[in-house]
């Protein structure tokens, strides 16, 4: 949602968006993903980075993929899974805060009986042309 207010006689656009509340779709790479900004959809007071809301379900995985040009960061927020980063094993909890480089393989397995709840941030921001499935 996009609001506008006067601060000191000038006009602002704020943004308030809730994950809850967002439209959700599964992503290429298997993960339940709602957009919460994205600067090319949308008007935005940036256009270096998109947020977004994933999850990924219980006892699932998601599909093996690189962002050739663009750096992620995930900020778990939920639950606890095994990050596969090239060829290393990196354990997620709530907490943990991962930057993954530019072209790097990566995926997510979740063994646990909870949903993994994570944000990810992405710069410059989600292109579906930058993203390679593998």
Request: hydrophobic share 35%.
């Amino acid at each position: 949602m996009i609001k506008l207010r006067s601060i000191g006689g000038e006009k602002m656009d704020y943004h308030i968006r809730n994950f809850k509340d967002t439209k959700r779709i599964i992503s290429r790479d298997l993960c339940d993903l709602a957009e919460l900004l994205h600067p090319g959809k949308e008007k935005l007071p940036f256009d270096s980075f998109s947020v977004s809301h994933a999850m990924l379900s219980p006892h699932s995985k998601s599909l093996p993929h690189k962002l050739v040009e663009s750096t992620e960061i995930y900020i778990v927020i939920e639950g606890a899974a095994t990050l596969h980063l090239n060829q290393e094993k990196i354990e997620l909890k709530k907490g943990t805060t991962v930057v993954i480089p530019a072209s790097a393989e990566q995926y997510i397995v979740n063994d646990s009986d909870d949903s993994l709840e994570l944000l990810c941030i992405v710069t410059p921001p989600w292109s579906y042309d930058d993203e390679i499935i593998n």
